[in-house]
C-alpha cells in the first residue's frame, strides 16, 4: 500500500525518516459517535503536536458530504514514530483541578 502524505502550511510537519523519506502513517484509532467526538480526538493530537491523516471507512466520505459527518466514523493514522505518544495522550486519565 502506498500512502501518499501532503503536507500543508498550517498543518504540522509530517516527520521524516533517516533518508529524508516520510515516516509511514501507522493505525491509531477507530473514532465512531459525532463529529464532535471526532474534531476533538484530531485536536487533541494536534495541540500535543502529533500529525494525523483520516480514513472515512465504508463509503463514509460520502456520508460525510452528504450528512455533515462520516456515519461509520473515521480512522486515524500517525507516523509511526510518535504512535506510542498518541496512545498515551488518548489514554492518559484526566484529573479535575477542584480549586476555583
Known amino acids: 500500500m502506498s500512502w501518499n502524505i501532503k503536507k500543508k502550511d498550517e498543518d ?4 521524516d525518516d533517516e533518508n529524508g523519506q516520510p515516516v509511514p502513517p501507522v493505525f491509531l484509532t477507530h473514532v465512531g459517535g459525532g463529529p464532535l ?3 476533538l480526538t484530531l485536536n487533541l493530537l494536534s ?3 502529533i500529525p ?3 480514513e472515512y471507512p465504508n463509503n463514509g466520505l ?3 458530504l452528504i450528512m455533515g459527518h462520516p456515519p461509520s466514523g ?3 493514522f500517525v507516523p509511526e514514530s510518535l504512535l506510542e ?3 498515551n495522550i488518548l489514554n492518559a486519565e484526566i484529573i ?3 480549586e476555583p
Open 12 to 15: 504540522l510537519p509530517w516527520p
Open 37 to 39: 467526538d471526532m474534531e
Open 47 to 49: 495541540a500535543y503536536g
Open 52 to 54: 494525523n491523516v483520516c
Open 62 to 64: 460520502f456520508g460525510k
Open 74 to 76: 473515521m480512522n486515524v
Open 85 to 87: 505518544d498518541a496512545q
Open 96 to 98: 479535575e483541578n477542584e
